[in-house]
């Protein structure tokens, strides 16, 4: 009897942190669609690739396009080429176990959320051949894990930031075809040397040195002739 009375209590106290596991889990992706529902109203979507993001459904993990964890935690959004126009949300940074969002060759408009560089775990952004505008922001250098930031064909101006230098991981650095002015930042050429940069592209902006590199592990560094 005494073993049993000791037994039970455990049981419980188990049971009940699974359920406040699981009531977590609810939680954080009522949150995530509630995030993503605010994005799909900020889009305009013509050809009604969006139609599935239904805030009535338990989670976004049932949605088209999105792709969850066994935690049900959004981990992509897939988007390429679909049509939508509009901006991006500031709240995008809010999905904590985004690794993948790929919202290329669209009309995204407006400014790169600085916000998104709070996505730690996010390994590609995806944002090339849209009309996006504005400065790149320095936060994504704070994204560790990321291997690919591809923003090319876009109208970003200002200058690279150096903080771009930190991502050590980054396979695939593609800027080309901006409004950006300055030079490439020491911090950024230094991923030519160190880390797994296989491609930095910086061509056809108003940028004003060159780009060379004598390490063979780097495949393509291309940037305008030399001003």
């Known amino acids: 009897t005494q073993y049993t009375s000791g037994f039970l209590p455990a049981m419980s106290a188990q049971t009940g942190a699974a359920l406040l596991l699981a009531l977590a889990a609810i939680a954080s992706s009522n949150t995530e ?32 396009h999105v792709s969850c964890n066994n935690e049900n935690s959004v981990v992509r959004v897939d988007l390429g080429n679909a049509g939508i126009s509009g901006p991006l949300i500031p709240e ?33 952004l995806d944002l090339y051949s849209n009309h996006l505008t504005g400065a790149i922001p320095a936060s994504l250098g704070n994204i560790a894990s990321l291997r690919f930031l591809r923003i090319h064909r876009n109208k970003l101006a200002g200058g690279i930031p150096a903080s771009l230098g930190r991502l050590t991981k980054i396979v695939r650095l593609e800027l080309q075809e901006n409004l950006l002015t300055g030079t490439v930042p020491l911090e950024v050429l230094s991923l030519v040397l160190v880390g797994d940069l296989t491609k930095l592209d910086v061509a056809q902006n108003n940028l004003t040195g060159t780009v060379r590199s004598s390490k063979q592990r780097v495949a393509t560094v291309i940037q305008d002739t030399l001003k």
């Open 92 to 124: 995008l940074g809010q999905l904590k176990s985004l690794r993948y969002l790929e919202l290329y060759e669209n009309k995204m408009s407006g400014p790169i959320p600085s916000t998104l560089g709070n996505l730690r775990r996010l390994i590609s």
């Open 33 to 64: 669609g509630d995030i993503l529902y605010a994005q799909r109203q900020a889009w305009n979507d013509p050809n009604g690739v969006l139609q599935s993001w239904d805030p009535t459904l338990a989670n976004p993990c049932y949605w088209f």
